[in-house]
């Protein structure tokens, strides 16, 4: 209640300990919740530093994240979209 998103529409939800070494990822699938998490040997994840601060990234946003990436700073190639292709 409190992120004001529905857990059962799809989306994950993303949590990170207070030293940054670990993300857990909370998602429904179908008839129960899912938990995956990610731990580090060395380094740390780029996370938010204040609490308050909520973030919503897209999915390659995320991979970026998991990969030690911050995922506000890098810049990908936008998407293209086309209306006619010949």
Known sequence: QQLTLDPFAGHLFG??????????????DRNGFCLWQKRLERHVFRWPTREADVLTIDSRQLAWLLDGLD????KGHSRLEYSTIF
């Open 15 to 28: 949590f990170c300990n207070r030293s940054r070494t670990i993300i857990k990822l909370l998602y429904w």
């Open 71 to 74: 995922p506000l700073a890098v």
